[in-house]
């Protein structure tokens, strides 16, 4: 079973630049009966690109597809046989690198691309050798994710980069996020190719679009995506609506102070 692919239209882009992305897809949520994003939202849950491109197309009358049949697989291995399925990552790791190299390109990994797991928690076996986690097994390699988890211990993992996503119903998570320094994904409702608002969060506002290479963004800032799919049609929350445009939100405006994040949290 092949775990990792590279066919992502928004990966792809990091190709014109040095960088190939293999990325793992999981079922997302509780699709598979085991729970992979342990901080979904209804607004994520609904809008989560699971069901993009091909992941998406039924046939009439069905409701499901090869492609989410072979996510439900490979996420239920990774639950009920840990080890075949670590062996599995390890070896497409190691042939997406070589197959990297022979394109001239920068191997990078993004394992949650449609999950939330916490890979630093996973030990692994490579030529006979333990290692406490995927990171650590190769050092020398870039990974990054999309995260609503926070407290993640993953500080001294340096080949390791995590981006906080905000959605619907998490202001405050998202606001402790920016307080321990992390760069913030915000979905905003925008067509494509329209402006992002300047600020957002107190911070500026870097578009996210361009790339899927997180790791490359500047610190300190917002990561505006535009809706896509589903998301468009959002109303949870999780997509962000910029009223009167992006104009609107052209002005800085600083977060609230971290005694007042206190004083909600103990509300």
Known sequence: ??????????????????????????????????????KATAGCTAACLNTAGRGGMFKKGETTNAIQKARIRKTKMFFEDRITFMNLLVKDIQLGIKQAAKKGLIPVFRLNGTSDLSWEKYEVLVNEQSYTNIFMAFPEIQFYDY?????RKVKDIKNYQLTFSEADGNALDTLNAIRAGMNVATVFGL??????????????????????????????????LYAKGKAKKDTSGFVKYVPNGPSAFSKFVPIPKFPTIMMKMAA
């Open 191 to 224: 067509k494509k190719g329209s402006p992002m608002p300047e600020f957002w969060n107190g911070l500026s506002v870097f578009n996210g679009d361009e790339s899927d290479l997180r790791f490359l963004d500047p610190k300190g800032v917002v990561v505006g």
């Open 147 to 151: 995260t609503k988890v926070l407290g």
């Open 1 to 38: 079973m092949k775990l990792l692919s590279t066919g992502n239209p928004k990966t792809l882009k990091g190709q014109s630049i040095g960088y190939l992305t293999f990325i793992l897809h999981l079922a997302p949520a509780d699709l598979s009966g085991y729970n992979t994003c342990p």
